[in-house]
């Protein structure tokens, strides 16, 4: 009888937001309380310097310490800043904090702050500013999302402040310190047309904006990433993305490319 709970309350968290499980942003909404997730993901791209295939791999934990706050922990691995192989790289940690919900039947509005610090080994080569490997620094943000039906909405906004390092590539390019970060992102649940078990496969399919601003330095981007997600007995996620630059005068790594991740949900990990 425990089991089969535990089972029907995934299938009813599933049910109720599997289209706002984001690929490339987090939404409002947190993990289940008392939940544990365990992810790894990779990027992959080709870089300006060489023009070879690089990767990124991250594993990941998230905590969900009550309904309206979690927690995640994330380390990369990467080949990206000249190695000839993979190695460690960077630590981040994230939490986030619902502050409102307003939920329905099919429906809910809900809105959460979060901030996040990271630590990189990386030199600083590029304008784009990012803390999931390449810098140093700090994130704060507001995000607010909106779900009807099958569709789910999110809008946030953040400010990221990276942390000095001495280790600078001379280019000949001035580096920001300061940006702000936008995301509008899009998800729609394709099937199951309606569910009647847990063990019912899930096809989501996601568009994503996703634009940065540097304040000090003028320069900036906006890509557009569309995403595909299946999710398998209501616990496993498999998620395979690809990001595009629309418009954008920054120096980056790259203005393509690929993600890929694999989740899996431990309810009631925390006793």
Sequence with gaps: MRYLFTCLLLATMVAAKAQELYIFSNPASNIPAKALVAKVSTKTMRSYHNNEREFRFMPELQLGLSKNWMVTGNMSFSNMFFQSKQQFESARLYTKYRFYSNDEVHKHFRAAVYAAGAWSNNPLVYQELNLEGDNSGLQLGVVATQLV????????????????????????????????????SMGYLLF?????????????????????????????????APAVQLIFNSSTRFNVGARYQLTGNAHRMANRSVFISLEHYFLNALK
């Excluded at 000095?164 to 940006?179: I, M, V, Y």
């Excluded at 569910?195 to 906006?222: M, P, S, W």
Aim: aromatic share 14%.
């Design 149 to 184: 039906n099958k569709f789910a909405a999110s809008a946030g906004v953040s400010y990221v402040r990276q942390l000095e390092t001495k280790d600078k590539l001379n280019l000949g390019l001035q580096f920001s310190n300061h940006a702000l970060q936008y995301n509008l």
């Design 192 to 224: 199951p047309l309606k569910y009647e078990n847990y063990k019912q496969t899930n096809l989501n399919l996601y568009c994503e904006f996703l634009a940065q601003q540097n304040t000090d330095v003028k320069v900036g981007f906006i890509d557009i």
